[in-house]
C-alpha cells in the first residue's frame, strides 16, 4: 500500500488510490492496526494512547448505564467493523445501536446506519474525524455523531443530517463544566466524567 505519512506519537496513514473496499479490507492482516475504508479510501492508524482509551471506556460504561442495561439499546466499542453507505467499513470508538435495530447486527459486523457513533480525537486523526467521517456519517443519515475532543474537554454534539449536503444541521459545543444530554437517546451526563481519573493524560 502506497501511503503518505506523519510523524506523530500515533500514526496515521491513507492509500494513495481510491479503489478499496470491503473485499480488499477482509485480505488485510490483524497486525494491531485499526483499518478502515471512507468512500474508497484505505485509512490505517496506529494503537491510540492509553489516555485515550481510558476516555472511550469511561463513556462505554455511561452508556452501558444508560442505554444497554436499561434496554434502549446496544453499545459495542473499537474494534468493530461498521458498514453504511460511504463506510466500507469503519470502527469507530463507540457505536450504539437501537434495540429496534439489533437485526443490523451479524455476520461479524454492524450492518447499517446505528444511532450513535462516538470519535475520541487523537492528534493525528483529527482531520479524519471532524471533517472525513463528519461528511461521510452526515451522507449516511447517522442521527447522532459525537467528536470527542481531550485536550480541549468538551465533545461536540452533531445531530440532524442533511445527507445532501454531508453536513449536519445542528451542532452544539458541550463545554467541560457542562452536562451533555442526547438530542436523540435517553442519556445524559457532565462531561468532566468522560475525562476524570487516569493516571496518564497524555494523548
Request: hydrophobic fraction near 40%.
Amino acid at each position: 500500500m502506497q501511503a503518505e505519512t506523519t510523524v506523530t506519537p500515533e500514526l496515521v496513514t491513507r492509500s494513495l488510490d481510491a479503489s478499496w473496499n470491503y473485499a480488499r479490507w477482509s485480505q488485510l492482516p490483524d497486525d494491531g492496526n485499526r483499518y478502515e475504508v471512507i468512500d474508497g479510501v484505505l485509512y490505517m492508524t496506529t494503537a491510540p494512547s492509553f489516555f485515550h482509551q481510558w476516555i472511550v471506556s469511561r463513556i462505554t460504561r455511561m452508556l452501558q448505564a444508560q442505554i444497554e442495561d436499561t434496554g434502549a439499546g446496544i453499545v459495542a466499542f473499537a474494534p468493530i467493523g461498521l458498514l453504511m453507505p460511504g463506510c466500507d467499513p469503519v470502527q469507530p470508538d463507540i457505536v450504539v445501536v437501537r434495540s429496534e435495530d439489533r437485526g443490523m447486527i451479524h455476520d461479524r459486523r454492524i450492518n447499517g446506519v446505528p444511532a450513535l457513533i462516538v470519535e475520541v480525537l487523537s492528534p493525528s486523526n483529527a482531520e479524519k474525524d471532524t471533517e472525513i467521517k463528519r461528511a461521510v456519517y452526515a451522507r449516511a443519515s447517522l442521527p447522532e455523531y459525537w467528536i470527542v475532543r481531550p485536550a480541549e474537554r468538551d465533545v461536540i454534539v452533531l445531530h440532524r443530517p442533511d445527507p445532501a449536503s454531508g453536513m449536519y444541521l445542528q451542532a452544539l459545543n458541550v463545554g467541560p463544566a457542562e452536562e451533555l444530554r442526547s438530542p436523540t437517546l435517553p442519556f445524559r451526563a457532565a462531561i468532566a466524567g468522560f475525562f476524570a481519573g487516569s493516571p496518564d493524560e497524555t494523548l
